[in-house]
C-alpha cells in the first residue's frame, strides 16, 4: 500500500500505470483456466487451474535457448502454507513448507529449460505418472536427449539402472549415490580404518565409480560416466570428479537464490497464484540470459538493472495510453504528459480560460487556499497569477524546461 502513497513517499510510476484499487481488482481476479469447467479437468488432472498456462511456460523455456554441455536436475520448493493438497514439508530447506518443483537447468548460464511440478500420485488418466526419481529425470531431459550433454545430479536420483539409461540416449551422468544401494563394494563403505584424503576407484565398462574419505568414519561415493580416469587434482589433493561435481551441482540452487533475491511474489492463499509468481521469477532470470546472448554489448550486467528496465519497457505502452485518460489526478496527468505523452502546443488565451475555477496545486502544497481561472498549458492543472509565468506555465513544468535545454 505504501508503494501507491499519493502524500510523496510512494513510487509515482506505479500510481500511473493503475490505481491501488485496479491492482487489488486484478490480483483478486486472477484466473489462469476457466473457473466454469475446472470441476470436470480436475477429476483427471490435480493441476487443472493452472496446468494450461503452466505448460505453455515451458514449451517456451524449451524453445528458446540451447544448454551448454553441462546441466543439472534438483528439486526447488517455493512458500506456502495454504489449502493445497500436495503442499510439501522439507525441513532442509529455508521455507520447510510450500509447492515442490523439479527443474532443468544449465549449470553455466543457470537458464532453467525445464519444469515439474510434484502434486503427488495423480487420477488415472492422461496426466497419471510415476513419480520415482528415475521416471522424473526421465521426463526431464527429454529436451536434451541425443545431444551428448552431462548431467549432474545429487544422490536422491542417482543409480547405477539411470546411468544405463541415460547412455542410451547419449547423456553422461555425474551424481553421488546413497551407501545403501546393492551396486556399491563394502570396500566403498566408510570404515575406521581408511586414510582421511583416500580414495578408492573402480571402473566399469563406460562406468565409474569413487569413493573420497573426507573425514573419519565419513566418505562420499560419486558414480560418473563422464569420466575414464583417476585423475586427482595437485592443488586440493581431491579426485577430479569430486571437482566437476561441486562446479556444475548448484545451477538449480543459484536460481532459487537469484529468485529471492528480486522477487515478485506476494501473499496469496492460492496456489496457483505462487505458482504464477514463480514462473515469473525464472522468467526474469531466463530474459536476462537470452539478452545478453543475443546483444552481449548491451546486457546491464547487473540483474537489478535489467529487470528494472525490463519493467519500464514493458508498462511504456500502456503508460502511454494512460497519458491521454482524462480525469486523473493532478499530479499523475503531469507525470504522464512530461514523460509519456506528446508535446502540447501553447494554446490561444481565449482557449487558456477555463469554464470552472479550481485551486491552484502550488498554493495547495503551501497550505493555501487560493481560487485560480487558468489553467497550465501543458499539464492541464489550475494555477494562480503568482505561481505562473507569461505563458500561464506553472513553476513545475517550468523548470522542468530548463533542465532539459
Known amino acids: 500500500k505504501e508503494i501507491f502513497a499519493s502524500d510523496g513517499t510512494g513510487i509515482e510510476i506505479a500510481r500511473a500505470v493503475m490505481s491501488y484499487k485496479m491492482f487489488l481488482f486484478i490480483t483478486r481476479c486472477l484466473r489462469f483456466d476457466d473457473k466454469n469447467t475446472r470441476v470436470e479437468r480436475r477429476k483427471v488432472d490435480k493441476l487443472a487451474a493452472i496446468r494450461e498456462f503452466f505448460q505453455a511456460f515451458v514449451n517456451n523455456c524449451k524453445l528458446s535457448f540451447n544448454l551448454s554441455e553441462y546441466t543439472t536436475i534438483d528439486e526447488m520448493l517455493h512458500p506456502f502454507r495454504g489449502r493445497c493438497s500436495f503442499i510439501q514439508y522439507i525441513p532442509s530447506k529455508p521455507a520447510k513448507y510450500g509447492v515442490k518443483m523439479f527443474a532443468l537447468c544449465d549449470a553455466k548460464s543457470f537458464y532453467t ?34 545431444t551428448n550433454r552431462n548431467l549432474t545430479i545429487d544422490n536422491w536420483y542417482t543409480s547405477v539402472p539411470l546411468a544405463d539409461y541415460l547412455l542410451t540416449k547419449r547423456i553422461t551422468v555425474l551424481g553421488t549415490m546413497k551407501k545403501n544401494k546393492a551396486e556399491i563394494l563394502k570396500e566403498f563403505l566408510p570404515r575406521k580404518n581408511r586414510v582421511v584424503g583416500s580414495t578408492l576407484f573402480g571402473f566399469q565398462k563406460e562406468k565409474k565409480m569413487l569413493s573420497y574419505v573426507p573425514r573419519k568414519n565419513k566418505s562420499v561415493i560419486l558414480l560418473s560416466t563422464l569420466h575414464d580416469d583417476d585423475e586427482m587434482d595437485h592443488d586440493t589433493r581431491k579426485p577430479q570428479v569430486i571437482l566437476d561435481y561441486n562446479e556444475t551441482k548448484g545451477g538449480v540452487d543459484t536460481v532459487d537464490k537469484m529468485c529471492a533475491a528480486y522477487s515478485v511474489s506476494r501473499i496469496t492463499k492460492r496456489w496457483p497464484c505462487v505458482v504464477f509468481y514463480t514462473l515469473m521469477n525464472i522468467a526474469g532470470i531466463n530474459a536476462q540470459i537470452l539478452y545478453k546472448f543475443a546483444c552481449p ?22 503508460l502511454i495510453f494512460r497519458s491521454n485518460v482524462k ?19 501553447p494554446t490561444t488565451e481565449e482557449e487558456r480560460i477555463p469554464p470552472k475555477r479550481g485551486v491552484c496545486r502550488s498554493c495547495a ?21 503568482n505561481h505562473s509565468a507569461f505563458e500561464v506555465v506553472c513553476n513545475n513544468c517550468k523548470d522542468e524546461n530548463i533542465d532539459s535545454d
Open 113 to 146: 529449460s525445464n519444469l515439474e511440478i510434484y502434486c503427488g500420485k495423480q487420477p488415472d488418466g492422461p496426466f497419471s505418472a510415476s513419480n520415482t526419481p528415475t521416471d522424473i529425470v526421465k521426463r526431464l531431459v527429454t529436451p536434451i536427449e541425443k
Open 297 to 318: 554489448e548491451k546486457d546491464p550486467k547487473h540483474r537489478r538493472i535489467f529487470l528494472k528496465n525490463l519493467a519500464l519497457t514493458m508498462m511504456k505502452e500502456h
Open 327 to 345: 480525469h486523473l489526478p493532478q499530479d499523475i496527468t503531469a507525470f504522464l504528459k512530461v514523460n509519456y505523452g506528446r508535446e502540447v502546443e
Open 365 to 385: 502544497l503551501e497550505k493555501k487556499r487560493s481560487s485560480a481561472s487558468r489553467k497550465c498549458c501543458r499539464c492541464q492543472s489550475f494555477t494562480c497569477k
